[in-house]
């Protein structure tokens, strides 16, 4: 019987980040412990990059290897339910 934290070879994982919300300042440790549970697939950031507030998110998506996905806000929807309905 498998532990729960040990890694399956066979596990596919998608890392989704709604880049708005979160930090990328521990993404890399974040996606090191994903990483333990099998393998990821898929590293997808969303946002609306071309915002002075994610300047600081192109570091860690060249480094890490995360597709940045551009969702330009709306302003007829907030931008909590715009990036979500994408996610």
Known sequence: MQRPD??????KIA?????????????????????????VVV????GDFSN???KNWQIPLNELAIDPIRQKLNRYIDDHRGHGFAL
Do not use: P
């Open 15 to 39: 890392v989704l980040i709604d880049a708005d919300n979160t930090s990328g300042k521990k993404l890399k440790l974040i996606l090191e412990e994903i990483s333990a549970k099998g393998q």
């Open 43 to 46: 590293k997808r950031a969303y």
């Open 6 to 11: 040990e890694k399956k070879d066979d596990e």
């Open 52 to 54: 002075e507030s994610l």
